[in-house]
Every structure is written in structure tokens, then in C-alpha cells.
């Protein structure tokens, strides 16, 4: 009964309240913030444009290496040097042939 | 911005500014926290004035953005204490918040011989889901009637009746547990 009796003036404590006032120069602080954030956009325009340029940059790096080890574990190693001198070279063979013209 | 613009922004400002105030203060059970919102509020309400298309009034839709607001930063701010719980896992000091008792929240508009009653309420009231909670300080605090909390929370008033009652049912269960709890 008596905890009943309780909940129930909890329940209604609410009862015969006010309205609680916010502090003063709540126009004044709201006006300050709107007049502020009128900068922020140009410098997100920014930032959002480097996220862009460095999460395209990011992806090409990605996919680089992604060839580049597919290439190594096909190949079971890295070239050396040598070789890739060598591949240059006969491309460039390759490449002085397929202009010999015989007409 | 104009100064005419200001102008009416600032009668606008001076006439819901305690209603949005008491709504805010309602929800986050803080003052400081309740200003912040308050400011939000005001500003997202002189953003979207153009989108106002008067289909409801425009003390409804302003609740709207107040309740939204309210959410939102409560939403933040329990995805912040989850990571203040990692952060104690690693070793860091417990965060005050959460080192508070319930029954810490002392509204300012509360009559006087009502204070210590109405702390416990609000601390049952911040346990009630969203819905809920949004139904019930609409209702019993701001003293909105169900018709208008029903465009504010866009729903039907039946289903704000029955939040309504589904809130008090939880806030009797939740009140039986501090009556126990403070030793009666």
C-alpha cells in the first residue's frame, strides 16, 4: 500500500512544474554558431576533395602491390636486374624488327 | 543574413525558446548539455525555415527537431560511454558520468516539495526505450495532447496511447526497484 502510495507521487511529482529557462543570450550564442559555420562549409569542400584525391591514391597503390605480388608468387621470384634488362632488350629488338619494312 | 531576417529569427528564438528548452532538458537530464542542444535546435530550425511548408504548425515542427536532437545527442553519447567501457577495459579512470547514482538530475522547473520524487522519476525515465520516453515527457511534462504528439513523433494517436501506458507500465516496474533500493 504504502509503496503504491509512493509510486504513484512519483509518477506525479511533475505535477504544478514550471518551464525551465535556458541562460540568457541564447539568440546572441545561436547567431554567433550560425554566422561561424558559414566558414566551416569552404574548409569541408577541402577536406573532402584531399579524402578523394588520397582514397584514389590509396587505391591505386593497392592495386599496384596487389599485381606486383600476384606477378612474384606466379613467377616464384623477383626478376633481377639482369633480366629486366634483358626483357627491355629484346622488346626493343622486337620493336626495331616489326619496323624493318621489306616491301 | 538580413537584419530583417534576424529580427523575426529573434522573436522566434524569444517565443519557443523555454518550451524547446524544457523539452531538451527533459530528455539529456543535464544543463549543460540541454544549452548546447537548445543551440542546435535554433540553428537546424533557421536552416530548414525554407523547407517549412506549414503542413503542421510551427511549434509542432519545432518539437519535432527538438526530440530528433535530443535523441541524436543521447544516441552519441551512449556510443561514447561504450567506448569509455573499452577504454576502462585498457586501463583507463572510470568516466564521472558513469560513477553517478540514479536520482542525480534535478529539473529546474520542479516545485520544490516535488524535487526529490521527481529525481527519481526522471532516472526511471531515462531507462525507457526512445518511443517510449519521447511519448511520455510529451505528454506528462510538455502537456502536449496525443493528437499534436502523434504528427511531432509522426505516428497515430493510438499508438501514442499506447506508448503512453506502455510507459508508465515500465515506469512503475522501475520505481518498485528504487523503492526497494533506497531502503523500504
Known amino acids: 500500500m504504502q509503496k503504491e502510495q509512493w509510486i504513484n507521487e512519483v509518477l506525479e511529482s511533475t505535477q504544478g512544474m514550471q518551464k525551465a529557462e535556458p541562460g540568457p543570450f541564447l539568440f546572441e550564442k545561436v547567431t554567433a554558431r550560425i554566422e561561424k559555420s558559414k566558414l566551416v562549409p569552404i574548409e569541408n569542400e577541402n577536406t573532402s576533395y584531399f579524402k578523394w584525391r588520397f582514397l584514389i591514391a590509396a587505391?591505386?597503390?593497392?592495386?599496384?602491390?596487389?599485381?606486383?605480388?600476384?606477378?612474384?608468387?606466379?613467377?616464384?621470384?623477383?626478376?633481377?636486374?639482369?633480366?629486366?634488362?634483358?626483357?627491355?632488350?629484346?622488346?626493343?629488338?622486337?620493336?626495331?624488327?616489326?619496323t624493318i619494312y621489306s616491301y | 543574413m538580413g537584419n530583417n531576417?534576424?529580427?523575426?529569427?529573434?522573436?522566434?528564438?524569444?517565443?519557443?525558446?523555454?518550451?524547446?528548452f524544457n523539452t531538451v532538458i527533459s530528455?539529456?537530464?543535464?544543463?549543460?548539455?540541454?544549452?548546447?542542444?537548445?543551440?542546435?535546435?535554433?540553428?537546424?530550425?533557421?536552416?530548414?525555415?525554407?523547407?517549412?511548408?506549414?503542413?503542421?504548425?510551427?511549434?509542432?515542427?519545432?518539437?519535432?527537431?527538438?526530440?530528433?536532437?535530443?535523441l541524436d545527442f543521447?544516441?552519441?553519447?551512449?556510443?561514447?560511454?561504450r567506448f569509455?567501457?573499452?577504454?576502462?577495459?585498457?586501463?583507463?579512470?572510470?568516466?564521472?558520468?558513469?560513477?553517478?547514482?540514479?536520482?542525480h538530475f534535478d529539473h529546474?522547473?520542479?516545485?520544490?516539495?516535488?524535487?526529490?520524487?521527481?529525481?527519481?522519476?526522471?532516472?526511471?525515465?531515462?531507462?525507457?526505450?526512445?518511443?517510449q520516453k519521447t511519448a511520455f515527457i510529451l505528454f506528462n511534462i510538455e502537456g502536449l495532447p496525443q493528437k499534436e504528439i502523434a504528427i511531432v513523433m509522426d505516428t497515430s494517436p493510438k499508438a501514442v496511447e499506447s506508448l503512453i501506458q506502455r510507459a508508465k507500465a515500465a515506469l512503475k516496474i522501475k520505481l518498485e526497484y528504487f523503492y526497494y533500493k533506497r531502503g523500504n
Not at chain 1, 77 to 83: K, N, R, V
Not at chain 2, 13 to 18: C, L, M, N
Not at chain 2, 34 to 60: C, P
Not at chain 2, 108 to 131: D, H, M, Q, T, V
Open chain 2, 84 to 103: 569509455g567501457f573499452i577504454s576502462t577495459m585498457m586501463g583507463d579512470p572510470i568516466p564521472e558520468e558513469n560513477a553517478k547514482e540514479p536520482g
Open chain 2, 108 to 131: 529546474p522547473g520542479i516545485l520544490l516539495e516535488n524535487k526529490e520524487k521527481a529525481r527519481y522519476l526522471f532516472a526511471a525515465i531515462e531507462s525507457l526505450p526512445e518511443n
Open chain 2, 5 to 20: 531576417l534576424y529580427t523575426s529569427f529573434n522573436d522566434l528564438v524569444k517565443e519557443h525558446q523555454s518550451r524547446v
Open chain 2, 27 to 70: 530528455f539529456l537530464q543535464d544543463h549543460h548539455d540541454a544549452e548546447d542542444v537548445t543551440q542546435e535546435v535554433f540553428i537546424e530550425v533557421y536552416r530548414s525555415l525554407e523547407k517549412f511548408k506549414g503542413e503542421s504548425s510551427i511549434s509542432t515542427w519545432i518539437y519535432r527537431i527538438s526530440v530528433n536532437k535530443s
Open chain 1, 59 to 98: 587505391c591505386i597503390i593497392i592495386v599496384v602491390n596487389v599485381f606486383a605480388i600476384r606477378s612474384y608468387l606466379n613467377n616464384g621470384t623477383s626478376p633481377t636486374a639482369s633480366e629486366i634488362q634483358n626483357t627491355g632488350s629484346s622488346a626493343e629488338n622486337n620493336y626495331n624488327y616489326s
Open chain 2, 74 to 81: 543521447l544516441r552519441k553519447k551512449k556510443r561514447l560511454k
